[in-house]
């Protein structure tokens, strides 16, 4: 920054960056056409959107990817290395990491999928009640919501589960999965409610709602059709980045222990295993660890991508 | 000023209440008997646990349990464990060495993330703009223990450099790895966060007034805007302080690091309640004195904001 041409870059004014397709008349322009206008010119999107693909045909049909059992284990094979036979090696119970890790991709997007959309349940209901009939009812459900986000999110996740499902208990899979997407909506919902709450006060005093209101329509037409459609774009890219989030945090509770536990299979279980193994078993550690990171890289890109697309700011 | 941080605190007092309150009613009142499994293979006999009842206070309702760990608290009487080791002692060892690991965390967020924001922020669209861009996305989607993992495997385990576990007395330079590691995710929203802002200050008046006047590049930058694109950063590096040390649990885990995040991990696995309230409440504090004085500085700081 010493060099004093510098500042002519410095100075030049960041105007709107000329986006392809914006511009042209002659098409009706609405907020989601515009998105998809700037969407498909992005190579982010692209990306994000193909590694979003695979991560789901994984979960839908692991058989595409591997013919191998994941719960087949052959001690004998303990911790060996990969080979040509089985390409991550095998765990510490002879079983085959990489068919482990393809059928892993389920559990994490079915917990990170439903666990978001009971946030955006909890927190999009509060927070259009609280912006919409303001007054007492705001005042009580933000100072609830302040008290949930009191609890830092990991401490409160292992306080609830800690007490709900001790890590000495073995609930069976459809009960240990559902308890930690409560868990997690549970303490995530307060900022969705603040997302949500924002957006709703901000359409709630534009003239369309009063023209709305005027020509009598009642509070449940008006927060349908009127304000709901009109507030989506940043709940909507709050939830796509939450995905990953999730993924990451149901991963670090299983890793404590007192998340998801065998007999599911998780890329958070398959590092938790492998943890104490980490001199003579790393690939039984890393290779979860890398598909659990690209698929949170996937769903942090594709809320960035949906976020620069949808944000006026940045037009 | 004054009438706005005394006005803050007392909206505080309800939102510690309630968090408490939720703490206390989460641990001791959910399903699960915290006495089961204390005697070995055995069951435990009626007498040991209706004695630990009595002296636990698990015989009363709720709220008059609630009443004595308020009454507890602010005379400072932390209690014993269920092994009646003074929690108060535990706490005094294992709390100096999370402060260090979670003051080296910011600084490390704070020297490295604000210094790839401004350098980034400066030359929008160039190479470093774009490595900083990308490595941000990257190191924001590797959960902690990952990289915790990684960095112990690699610098540990492969190439010697540090040891994969932290000693007893949890030095400062064996601190530097966790540190890092535990600041990952943060340094990154850092870097963003001071890039955004950085590049909006850039198009404002002041900064052309600057320029205007013939000032050179280093006092336009150093002086105009890095002051003020730094308001949201810092009240972001406070806010983060207190989660900081709530996140320090994996970390510490990885580490092996005798810290509160070890303490507090230990005592939920072996459910021993006593150690969990009185730990979980004290980060809570910390962490909503922190966003409060965080509030209260931005004023300082950017007297823009007025209180009403």
Known sequence: MSEPTAMQDLLKAEGPAAVPGLGRPDRARSLWRDTWDILRHRKIFWVSLVMLVAFLLMAAFPTLFTHKNPEYATLAKSMEGPSADAWFGYDLQGRDVFARTIYGARTSIIVGVLATLLTVLLGGVAGVLAAYYSRWLDSVLSRVGEMFLGVPYVLGAIIILGTVAPAQSSPDKVTIMAVVIVVLAVLGWPILMRIARSAVIQAKHQDYVQAARALGAGPGRIIFRHILPNSLAPILVYSTITIGSYIGAEATLSLLGIGLRAPVISWGIAIADHTSYIRTGAHALFFPAAFLSLCVLTFVMLGEAVRDALDPKLR | ?308
């Open chain 2, 1 to 308: 000023m004054g009438r706005y941080a005394i006005r803050r605190l007392l909206q505080l007092i309800p939102v510690v209440l309630g968090t408490t309150f939720l703490i206390n009613y989460m641990v001791w009142q959910l399903p699960g008997d915290p006495f089961a499994g204390r005697c070995g293979q055995r069951p435990c006999p009626d007498s040991y646990v209706s004695a630990m009842r009595a002296q636990f206070g698990l015989d009363q309702p709720m709220l008059v349990q609630y009443g004595h760990f308020l009454k507890n608290m602010l005379t400072g009487d932390l209690g014993v464990d269920f092994n009646q080791v003074p929690v108060i002692d535990q706490l005094g060892a294992a709390w100096p060495i999370t402060i260090r690991l979670a003051l080296l965390a910011v600084a490390i967020e704070a020297v490295i993330g604000i210094g790839a924001g401004v350098l980034s922020g400066l030359k929008r669209g160039g190479f470093l703009d774009n490595l900083v861009t990308i490595s941000t996305l990257f190191l924001l989607s590797l959960p902690v223990f990952v990289t915790g993992y990684l960095l112990q495997w690699l610098l540990g385990v492969q190439l010697h450099i540090i040891n994969p576990t932290v000693s007893d007395e949890a030095t400062v330079s064996e601190l530097i790895v966790p540190a890092f590691v535990l600041a990952s995710i943060n340094m990154a929203f850092t870097a963003r966060l001071t890039r955004t802002s950085i590049v909006e200050n850039l198009r404002s008046d002041y900064v052309r007034t600057a320029v205007a006047k013939g000032l050179t590049n280093r006092r336009v930058v150093g002086i105009h805007l890095l002051r003020n694109s730094l308001v949201p950063v810092l009240t972001f590096l406070g806010t983060e302080i207190g989660s900081l040390m709530s996140g320090a649990i994996i970390t510490e885990g990885i580490f092996n690091i005798h810290g509160i995040g070890g303490m507090l991990y230990r005592a939920i696995t072996g459910q021993d309640y006593t150690i969990v309230v009185p730990v979980a409440t004290l980060l809570v504090l910390v962490y909503l004195i922190s966003n409060l004085l965080v509030d209260l500085l931005y004023g300082v700081l950017d007297p823009r904001i007025r209180y009403e």
